[in-house]
């Protein structure tokens, strides 16, 4: 039975994925805690998704003039940080297939370039078989001009009949 490579970057793509979870958890409450970052990285991104998203949802049930009222510090750094850690996953998933798709776009590359060499190898020996063919085609004429050139024997006198015993 063949075996075939074992597919070990795929797994180790899929190992990078199932750790983005836990570090972006980690993220988060690191974000939840620290105030630099939850006052300019969770909380301006969060009000900004909560305001879309209450005005898409009053324009879906018909109302069109409503103030949105911001999300309260603590639901607005809760929904931030959610929203961090989901980029972080996005990111690395994003990440994991690109890097992926320039994988397989190398070997395909070099494949390409494998069957490019295999096909100019073939030609060159294609040209020199070709020219080896010429050359003894050359050759065979000149051994036939050579032998038509030469005397023709002389006949031999054919032997004389026999006379028959009676």
């Known amino acids: ?10 797994l180790l793509y899929l190992g990078v994925r199932q750790m983005s979870k836990p570090v972006a958890n980690r993220i988060k409450a690191g974000a939840v805690r620290s105030e630099f ?3 300019y990285v969770c909380l301006p991104p969060a009000q900004l998704y909560h305001w879309i998203e209450m005005r898409s949802k009053m324009r879906i049930m018909g109302f069109r003039g409503s ?11 809760e929904l931030g940080a959610e929203l961090l850690g989901e980029a972080i996953i996005f990111l690395i998933g994003t990440g994991c ?49 050579l032998l038509l050139s030469l005397p023709s024997p002389a006949p031999h006198p054919a032997p004389a009949p026999t006379p028959a015993r009676v």
Not at 67 to 77: F, G, Q, R, S, V
Not at 99 to 109: G, H
Not at 112 to 120: A, V
Request: glycine share 2%.
């Open 97 to 145: 297939m690109v890097l992926e798709y320039s994988r397989q776009a190398s070997n395909a590359a070099r494949k390409e370039e494998e069957l490019s060499q295999t096909i100019s190898s073939l030609q060159t020996q294609l040209g020199e078989l070709a020219l080896s063919t010429e050359i003894m085609d050359a050759q065979l004429r000149e051994v036939n001009r």
């Open 1 to 10: 039975m063949v075996v075939g490579a074992f597919p070990i970057a795929k």
């Open 67 to 77: 103030n949105i009222k911001p999300l309260n510090e603590d639901a607005a750094a």
């Open 37 to 39: 970052f939850k006052n």
